[in-house]
């Protein structure tokens, strides 16, 4: 062997074997699966799962979600392997693998941060979005003269995409792109069927339009689209497999792959199953025999699920018993309380820009129907429920409720578990809510508001579309994406292809979520000449 050759592991799982170096990316092989026994890799991946893979010199962890965080799996690696992750403004992810009891060396890494990997020259980095409001990092691994960029969940810039190479020396040759969705927004949500579809067409659309213009903008040798979609095998959940067909908003590996060949004819796609193997000497592909005949037609993937969900079946069980329902008297409610208490000490600032009531409709012997006021100034619990206008509702089981009160799990795992229902009024995003709940540390909170806060008003960029031309802030009020590669303009309204975030070029308000305004300002045809 004298190149790398890289094995799909499932979902955004690789291993990565060159001279002198093996390494394994993001595996996710529990047959508990993830999220509460929510998601599980599609197709099945447990046939890799073997001490012969495992046995690696390092493993890559990108971001602290359990469907790429397998603590399952890292307790049983060998003694010897080292764990590689970023650093981030809060500690959870270490926290986490600490608390699993794994006791491997753990090298924690600041963006474009290298690390060398042996005495051949091979490094590693990561490269972290660059809002500090989401915590997910892409892996860039150097072997053997050689790129492979494993972007997984991680949304990255043109401009981080050119300094990959201009880091690596050369573009990626290999880069993993993911197509598919990781969100309960729109299916979990107390919508019309009509607009069900009408929201995942446009959340599917703009992925995939997303990873294309990244692509074409700083094109690696061979794009890999991976990282899902998850299949639902708890009958409690079995209906969003339905979302892997259009319009959904979990496209699997198929369609990604003929997407990407209609819009980047000259780009070549590889798509790869768990054990399926690419040279990158030659870009050679070897399949793993076990997928013989296996198809994404629809239904073959049904039977597949179908069959699927039965070898799962005890472990999905032994999931639900494990969270039994709380009985009345248990405490949930003062659990409850003193938790959003100690949550809305944390920052005024995403307090000020939350401003709602959040209403929890928590079904169970000890459940009920709680209010919490986060915001403008102050955080206020009301266990009767008497709010007149909350502007979120979030229904849950009490069971899955309480193991968030108790830090068996975090409220981001509550949500991608789709073990939810939700609406709000107004019908607007708000990324502070969300990331109040999900980091939940002083550390994180104050390393957004930093951010935010730091940002030069006066940096700015024209932008045109058919109704003319207009300055706006350079990079997007909510995460910083650099607006002059990452905007498209159409009838008025600025669209970040960050995150999707609508900004009316007249008055710079985002049109759908919470958000600080765009500096926005019409152009007259002769300044922009």
Known sequence: MDTPIVTSLGHAGLRIDAPGLSMLCDPWMSPGGAFMGSWF????????????????????????????????????????????????????????????????????????????????????????????????????????????????????????????????????DLMGVQMSGA????????????????????????????????????????????????????????????????????????????????????????????????????????????????????????????DYAERRRPEIEALHDAYPDPPRGSGLATRFSDHFTALGSLSDYFLHRIAMVVRFVVDGADGGVWDVELGPSECRIDLTGSSQHPGYELRVEARWLDAVLTGRMRWEDLFLSLRIRASRDPDRYNDYLVGLLKHADAG??????RYESERDPEDTVVVRGDEGAWEVSRYCPHAGEDLSYGAVVRDGVLRCLGHNFDFDLRTGECLNARCDPLVSRSVAPSVVQ
Not at 64 to 84: F, I, Q
Not at 243 to 267: K, S, V
Request: glycine share 4%; charged share 25%.
């Open 183 to 306: 969100s309960w927004h729109p299916i979990c949500y107390d919508y019309p069927p009509e607009v069900v579809a009408s929201v995942s067409e446009g959340k599917r659309m703009g992925k995939f339009k997303a990873v294309s213009r990244l692509l074409r903008s700083a094109p690696p040798r061979i794009a890999l689209p991976y990282a899902g979609p998850p299949c639902f095998l708890d009958p409690a959940l079995q209906q969003h497999n339905a979302h892997m067909r259009p319009p959904g908003i979990f496209p699997d590996l198929a369609q990604a792959a003929r997407f990407l060949a209609e819009r980047l004819p000259n780009q070549q796609v590889a798509t790869l199953l768990p054990g399926d193997r690419i040279h990158l000497g030659d870009g050679r592909v070897e399949r793993d025999s076990r997928w013989d005949g296996f198809s994404f037609d629809e239904g073959d993937v049904d039977a597949y699920l179908a």
């Open 444 to 449: 994180a909170l104050e390393a957004v508001e």
């Open 41 to 172: 890799p599609f197709p099945d991946n447990s046939h890799l799962r073997t001490a012969e893979v495992l046995d690696a010199d390092w493993v890559a962890i990108s971001h602290e979600h359990l469907d790429h965080l397998d603590l399952a799996l890292l307790s049983e690696l060998p003694s010897h392997v080292r764990l590689v992750i970023p650093r981030y403004p809060a500690p959870e992810m270490h926290n986490r693998i600490r608390k699993a009891g794994i006791r491997n060396v753990v090298i924690e890494l600041d963006s474009w941060e290298r690390l060398q990997l042996n005495d051949r020259g091979d490094w590693v980095t990561v490269v972290q979005e660059q809002s500090p409001m989401c915590h997910d990092s892409a892996i860039l691994v150097v072997t053997a003269g050689h790129s492979i960029l494993h972007t997984n969940d991680a949304r990255l810039s043109v401009a981080q995409l050119r300094r990959v190479a201009e880091e690596a020396g050369r573009p990626p």
